[in-house]
Nanobody, 125 residues
């Protein structure tokens, strides 16, 4: 089970940190990803982190502004979002992919089998 939190309304230039609390599996056996879906658009990749945290991938649109991380002790993944822009407004979804002991960092939606319910992020101009 994946449960996102941390969304909200923020002004452009501001920051938010999203959290994804997981349960029901061995967290260290999962790659984690964040996706987002704006109104009327397809769900798109934002960031992903490998099971051990050594590999991180980002969409070009968020590189240098967003940081993905994970805390094994808390079985939680995070997305730190800085310098937010109105175009970042969307519902943000956490996703998990079981990878066992492989350092694999999928960036496509179809690679993930478990999803959270989403958390809304609104960035005002």
């Amino acid at each position: 089970q994946l449960v996102e939190s941390g969304g909200g309304l923020v002004q452009a230039g501001g920051s938010l940190r999203l959290s994804c609390a997981t349960s029901g599996g061995v967290f260290s056996n999962y790659a984690m990803g964040w996706f987002r879906q704006a109104a009327g658009k397809e769900r798109e990749f934002v960031a992903a982190i490998s099971r051990g945290g050594r590999d991180r991938r980002y969409a070009d649109s968020v590189k240098g502004r967003f940081t993905i991380s994970r805390d094994t002790a808390k079985s939680t993944a995070y997305l730190q979002m800085n310098i937010l822009e109105p175009r970042d407004t969307a519902d943000y979804y956490c996703a998990a992919r079981h990878v066992g002991e492989i350092e694999y960092t999928p960036t496509v939606r179809s690679a993930y089998g478990d999803w959270g319910q989403g958390t809304q992020v609104t960035v005002s101009a």
